[in-house]
Nanobody, 121 residues
């Protein structure tokens, strides 16, 4: 009913930048919260940043001042601009969107497939 496509990951040197995108398509009436999470092998998935429908943002302490989350409600897309990247930012990044379905009005929690970000010299 809802498909998420992530893009923008890759490898970068410490201090570099990447921009992740997550575009949603399908039976979408509206999107409530949008967020990015990340996970290292053997560790729990952790919140990176969220933005709600009002544009209010929330960041993990470890990324404050370096990462910026934003959303485009016309394109049903959430972005994560990552600057001053550090090796400890290396992880698989997942987008998460809470979507109200057009077909029945239900709220559905959706996860992207995950995209690798590697920060290494």
């Amino acid at each position: 009913q809802v498909q998420l496509v992530e893009s923008g990951g890759g490898s970068v040197q410490p201090g570099g930048s990447l921009r992740l995108s997550c575009a949603a398509s399908g039976s979408i009436f509206s999107i409530n919260d949008m967020g990015w999470y990340r996970q290292d092998p053997g560790k729990q998935r952790e919140l990176v940043a969220t933005v709600n429908s009002g544009g209010n943002t929330n960041y993990a302490d470890s990324v404050k001042g370096r990462f910026t989350i934003s959303r485009d409600n016309v394109k049903n897309t959430v972005y994560l601009q990552m600057n001053s990247l550090k090796p400890e930012d290396t992880a698989v990044y997942y987008c998460n969107l809470v979507v109200r379905l057009r077909i029945n009005g239900y709220l559905l929690n959706n996860w992207g497939q995950g995209i690798q970000v590697t920060v290494s010299s």
